[in-house]
Each structure stands twice: as structure tokens, then as C-alpha cells.
């Protein structure tokens, strides 16, 4: 396999994991909670919801490198 292809699948499938993983998340408080309606503005982190949001994060970051990484190699878009 070439590097192309190898971006091309990183590309892919961190693309469908970071939108499983935001799908995963809880719910946080409404845009109504910061304007005086119930329920807490801001939550802390714990758990699995930090571990899933720090995922969230690191796929995030891989899918941007990898297109980059895509469009900047020469002969690598195609």
C-alpha cells in the first residue's frame, strides 16, 4: 500500500470513529441553562465522559492531520 491509501483509510475511519464517539457523549446542559432557565451551565468531567471527550479530541486532531498530510505530500491527493 502506498501512503495515499494509507491516508485515505485514516481519513475515513477516524472521520466515522469521532462521529460515534460525539453520538456517544451525554448531553449537556441547554443553550436556556445560561440564561437562567434549570439545569447547570457547566458540568465536570469524570469517567468515561472525560475518557470519551479526550477521544473525541485525539480523532479530531488525526482526522485534520491526516488531510493535511494529504493535500501538502506531493502525489499523495488524488
Do not use: C, H, N, W
Not at 468515561?48 to 479530541?57: G, H, N, P, R
Amino acid at each position: 500500500m502506498d501512503i495515499g491509501t494509507i491516508l485515505q483509510y485514516t481519513t475515513f475511519f477516524s472521520g466515522v470513529l469521532m462521529i460515534v464517539a460525539i453520538l456517544l457523549q451525554q448531553r449537556g446542559a441547554s443553550l436556556g441553562a445560561g440564561f437562567g432557565s434549570s439545569g447547570e451551565l457547566y458540568t465536570t468531567r469524570r469517567g468515561l465522559d472525560k475518557s470519551l471527550f479526550e477521544a473525541t479530541i485525539v480523532l479530531a486532531v488525526i482526522f485534520v492531520l491526516s488531510i493535511l498530510a494529504g493535500l501538502l505530500l506531493p502525489g499523495v491527493s488524488g
